[in-house]
């Protein structure tokens, strides 16, 4: 089926701060019961000044700061590189870490409970435990980037299944990144290293695998992924600094690069040092810059306003798209008509 | 005896890369001497570092929002590069035309400065020139966003001429005020934005901007200047011109590459020769460096081991040489630490003039330093590049004499030669453990460890701190 929505962007949500109102690296997101949302702070590098900004905020779509929670640093209940956020049907919070090889489980307002994940690469064992998602039974399945598979855990970490391999076949994975099930139970992996998205049923069939784009369109290096109920696929097209939109048959259906403008958080700022907001109102904040010499990267380093490092994408129940823009420290949301 | 023809092969491969293991020094061998040093100066040919893992794992490495993460992506680039003199000529140029994070407080500008010398650093000298003027970090770094129509400011047509090269006695002051005035109107893009935003710079809401180059040909002063004898309309463009062709310029990069490349002490027929390759080939730098490693004055045994390693070199070396941060991973930032501790913040030069290098990186508290980091690298025994070392020792035989143990693992580390003091020294030390032998198996802990601890040893020596 051919899709008719078109997408226009809404507003940002965010700005850069190391701790307090704002995020630093946001790479991933999740939304609760009640609307709220989690945006999880990966930040770095893990010198001893910048592990406080390894936390988790909390804040609505109108952007209001409901608070944060957490810490850099390795003991229980800490980030070191924290990767993804999920949310079971108890608003649980549930954060993957790679660099501790664990899942660490906390209440709604941050209180740790639990966690779990050893380092290795036996069935159950996590190496680089990249993008995490709930599904329907309130099973937790994860990619293990650093084992090239798929594996699926009862929420306290007792092993169901997985599957997997490295390389570039069917069935097999490259540094899988982002992770969505549907409402079917179909499984929907970037498969980051080989430039693709596969299909899978729940119990580990591939259905299909999209990296039929034409040169130029193509995807490069997937990271998060986001599938609505028609089947449209989001693709955070990391290494090209876009956000793909795909059909069901995995056609392309629209290219965003991202057109940030101030949050509140950051118009707040300038309203209270308006020597700077005048200085950056006269700024020229996307300049023309030349794509022939430069890489997508390069540009995007140039032109605030473009996604860079665009790590996750997820839909709120009102359908509404929401990019983690992680090295720019921002939500972009987007209205999907 | 010493193998004279690896010896040639790793001095040749420490001074334009940062030294090999020695399997890579046997391909070498295999490939001959001048085929090695074609491939070393069209690094091009070689594949780049893909570094989509590491910026994958340490998103930092990419946006460079703190300094840290700019000295930890240099740090694993020279390490997994396959293109070893790039990243040395890079190193070379950023000691010449040293800019400081410091002032910039914008670390990517930094790293962007070093893409540039890259990019053009073994191309003709005019180009590097001419990129270096049109580089946003040294436009900041020299002032020369305030070089102004009505208001020049000298700092970069000053040092233009006086670091980067001609040197001191070869112009006057009327020059200086000529060469600014024609570099006037060579800017950044928002300049006013971002000069607050380096002086302020706790809040970047959405990280930082790349500084762009921008000419502004209203602040540009379109009149006559007077420059080294020639008159005219001179704007940037035509002082480069004027200044590649100098006798002085090809003089002055001559000794700095010598210097580099070659020795800490002056020769002058060396220089020289060097001089005159870069007036036959138009100032380009990929062809003085072929003609210099292809020359006896770079191949004669005098000018082995007779430089000091720079801290960079050195800890860049032994990580390579220990197969260590060829994947990502936190600790990077020790190793930038290790070099910092020895003097020499990368990214981060103490002035205009860069580092003063030689016997000047050795003092009481740096060689502490240079010899602890050196061990600690060397001494994980789970690192491939050790673990190689090792299972490469167990091939060859079962058990070693402290004589035959200390020859192997100076070949291991890079084809080492070391005085025979030295040599003498380490047997005696390897005497300490009587035989070494790789059986049974219940001895192999115990000798691997004995094996680490020589090449700790072998590390502290002169010839290893040395290139």
Known sequence: MTTTKTFTYSHTIGFLTAVGRGFTNPVDLAFNSQGVIYVLN?????????????????????????????????????????????????????????????????????????????????????????????????????????????????????????????????????????????????????????????????DGVLIEEFDGLPEGDAIHRPAGLAVDDDGNMYVADWGNEKVKVLGPNGSLL?????????????????????????LRSEADLFPELDPPVRREREISAGVEGYFWGPSAVKLDRQGRLYVADSLRHRLQVYQVN | MADKELGLLAHLMRRAGFGATLQELEESRAQGYEATVDALVHPEDASDWDDDLFRRYQPDLNSVMYFESAQNYWMYKMINSKRPLEEKIALFWHGLFATAYGKLNHAKGVVNQTDTFRRHGLGPFHSILMELSRDPAMIFWLDNKDNHKYAPNENYGRELLELFSMGIGNYTEDDVKNCARAFTGWTIANDEYMSVRASRDSIWPSGRIDWQFEYRPEDHDDTEKRFLGRTGNFNGEDIIDIIAMRPATSWFIAGKLYNYFVSDTPNEEAISFLAEEYRKSSGDIRSMLRALFLSDYFKSEDVWYAKVKSPTELVVGTARLAGSFTTPQWDITNLASDANFMGQEILNPPTVEGWHTGTEWVDTGTLVERVNSSALIIGDTLQPGVQAMIKSLKARRDTYQPNDLVDECLLLVGGLQVSEGTHQRLVEFAANYGEVSFTPEDAVSCSEQQVVELLQVILATREYQMA
Request: hydrophobic fraction near 35%; charged fraction near 25%; glycine fraction near 14%.
């Open chain 1, 254 to 278: 629209a290219t965003l690069r991202g057109e940030s403008v101030d949050s509140k958080w950051a118009a707040d700022y300038f309203a209270v040092n308006p020597e700077e907001g005048q």
């Open chain 1, 42 to 202: 990966r930040a770095g590098p893990e010198t001893t000044v910048r592990l406080p900004s390894k936390r988790v905020s909390m804040c609505t779509i109108d952007e209001e700061f409901l608070g944060e929670w957490g810490t850099g640093g390795q003991g229980d209940g800490e980030f070191w590189w924290p990767s993804s956020i999920a949310i079971d049907s108890l608003d649980q919070v549930y954060v993957a870490d790679e660099g501790l090889q664990r899942v660490s489980i906390f209440d709604k307002g941050g209180k740790f409970l639990s966690q779990w994940g050893v380092k290795g690469s036996a069935d159950g064992q996590l190496e680089y435990p990249s993008s995490i998602a709930f599904d329907a039974d309130d099973n937790l399945w994860l990619t293990d980037s650093g084992n090239h598979r798929v594996q699926k855990f009862t929420k306290d970490g007792q092993l169901i299944s997985a599957w997997g391999q490295r390389g570039s076949g069917p069935g097999q994975f490259q540094g899988p990144w982002g992770l969505a099930l549907t409402e079917a139970g179909d499984v929907y992996v970037s498969d980051w290293g080989n430039d693709r998205i596969q299909r899978y049923s729940a």
